[in-house]
């Protein structure tokens, strides 16, 4: 992604639309600095939630929000409330988080009704986010009628994975008919961290070889060289790969056939069951990593044993993706428990000195919350935490299009 032009002036709003919720950020795209940002959740309940921070404090309502569009009003209300009309905050571009791209989207886009009906139409392959990204951009579009509104797509990062990495061995004419192929998420994330660990580094991307672990709620791994995916964990869905919150990652298809055979599941039912009731959140009861740990703390059994099973996974992709990029330079870590948890970097690393990699303890405990190294000097591998800032990179390249 080319950074923009320091001369433009002005603020991108950045939107994320799930199907309950909204979140927002305002940025200025050459300082990164965000004036604002917030949340609107619980959308289409009796009582929904608004939490807005802006420079001078944290707002909070707790008021019923039937759909989208008064979600929207409520936020763009909240906007100018901060003493300035947003024609002067300077808004110059929309930037929509977008989550199914399918083979049709591969970089930033500028929206009219044809890529709205078009994402759409990828919602067979992403029934849980598209519609909602879809309702997000006509809603927003409205709204703002007069800037641009660029839509960055999750999948488009990983659109040239090579073939024996994005294809399953699955008969292919069916593949063919219906875009079966593995497709990849998070992107946004994996190529700003990548980006950002070369210049930590101070090293050439293109001479680089990184594996990035995004451990947030959702959680994926990507093996990038020369700052190009080769591989990732995600694949046709955001189900498949690392262990995550609620949703189980790899699991033999056959377990599908089976829950519906022996348990009598419908494929909705098992739908659920896998992205919603899985992960950490099956295995112990809680899908949020700190409450996690804390049952860990208290000598709760299952909880240990999803965390073992959390950490097994990462190490499993670790050692693969070593070994496609054929040695790696750097591994970094990102994501709200990557970038926080002590635990999970000391443990996916452990015991591997023998391949050059040796996590640091005094540098992985440090207090910090920036751009980091943690391994050893020792260490042949570097390992990095590196904080993603997907809106930051969605803000970037919609103000390409302010300029135009
Ligand atoms: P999302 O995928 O929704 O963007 P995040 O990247 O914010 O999620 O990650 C959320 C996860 O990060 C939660 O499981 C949360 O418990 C975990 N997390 C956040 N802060 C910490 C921390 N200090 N220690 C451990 N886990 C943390």
Redesign the pocket.
């Given at each position: 992604m080319s950074s923009p032009n320091p001369a433009t002036a002005g603020t991108v709003l950045v939107l994320n639309s799930g199907s309950s919720s909204i979140k927002f950020r305002l940025i200025e795209p050459e300082s990164g600095n965000s004036p604002a940002h917030g949340l609107i959740e619980r959308i289409g309940e009796p009582e929904g939630r608004i939490v807005f921070h802006h420079t001078t404090g944290v707002d909070e309502r707790n008021d019923a929000i039937p759909d989208h569009r008064t979600g929207l009003r409520a936020m763009l209300e909240m906007l100018e409330g901060l003493g300035r009309p947003l024609h002067e905050v300077g808004i110059v571009a929309v930037g929509h988080r977008l989550v199914h791209g399918g083979k049709v989207f591969y970089e930033p886009t500028l929206i009219d009704d044809d890529v709205v009906r078009a994402v759409d139409e990828l919602s067979v392959l992403a029934p849980l986010h598209n519609p909602a990204n879809v309702v997000g951009m006509e809603v927003a579009r409205e709204e703002l009628p007069e800037v641009p509104h660029v839509g960055v797509f999750d999948t488009a990062f990983f659109h040239g994975l090579p073939a024996h990495a994005s294809t399953y061995a699955i008969d292919r004419d069916v593949a063919r008919k219906y875009d079966i192929r593995r497709y990849g998420f998070h992107g946004t994330s994996h190529e700003y961290v990548s980006g950002r660990a070369a210049e930590f580094l101070g090293r050439d991307i293109a001479k680089l070889n990184l594996i990035v672990l995004?451990?947030?709620?959702?959680?994926s791994a990507s093996a990038i060289a020369g700052g190009n995916p080769i591989d990732t964990s995600m694949g046709l869905t955001p189900l498949e790969g690392l262990v995550m919150?609620t949703r189980s990652g790899d699991i033999d298809p056959g377990v599908v056939m089976h829950l519906n055979r022996a348990a009598g599941l419908k494929v909705d039912a098992i739908d659920d069951l896998l992205n919603r009731h899985s992960g950490?959140k099956g295995l112990s009861g809680v899908?949020?990593?700190?409450?996690?740990?804390k049952l860990v703390g208290e000598g709760d059994e299952d909880a240990r044993l999803a965390y073992d099973v959390y950490v097994h996974r990462i190490r499993k992709y670790l050692g693969a993706y070593t070994f496609e990029l054929g040695g790696v330079d750097a591994i970094v870590f990102t994501?709200?428990?990557g970038?926080?948890?002590v635990d999970v970097r000391r443990d996916s690393l452990a015991g591997l000195d023998r391949l050059g990699i040796v996590v640091d303890d005094a540098r992985n405990t440090a207090d910090g919350d920036g751009e980091r190294r943690i391994s050893a000097d020792s260490s042949h591998v570097e390992v990095l935490v590196i904080p993603?800032n997907e809106e930051l990179a969605i803000a970037r390249a919609a103000v390409q299009f302010a300029r135009r």
């Open positions: 995004h451990l947030g709620n959702g959680a919150g950490l899908n949020d990593f700190r409450a996690l740990l994501g709200g428990v970038e926080n948890n993603t």
